[in-house]
C-alpha cells in the first residue's frame, strides 16, 4: 500500500452534518493532525451552486465524452 510522504496533510470541505461534533471522532482528529475538517453552514447556497456546476459539466460533457 503507497502511503502519503511524511508531513503531508489531508484537507476535506464537507457540508454534511458536522461528524467532529461526536466525542470519539473528535479525540482521533485532535491525535492526527494532519487532517483538517471544514465545514461549510448548511445556508451556504454558493456551495450548492458549485455542486450543480459540477454535476452538470458531468452529465452534459464528462459521461458523454472520451473519458468514460
Do not use: D, Q, Y
Request: no cysteine; charged share 20%; proline share 10%.
Amino acid at each position: 500500500m503507497n502511503r502519503p510522504p511524511k508531513g503531508s496533510t489531508f484537507t476535506s470541505a464537507s457540508t454534511t452534518t458536522p461528524p467532529h461534533k461526536i466525542p470519539a471522532v473528535e479525540r482521533r482528529l485532535n491525535a492526527h493532525s494532519r487532517f483538517h475538517l471544514h465545514f461549510t453552514p448548511t445556508s451556504a447556497s454558493w456551495l450548492n451552486m458549485i455542486e450543480r456546476f459540477f454535476a452538470e459539466i458531468t452529465r452534459k460533457r464528462i459521461r458523454h465524452g472520451p473519458f468514460s
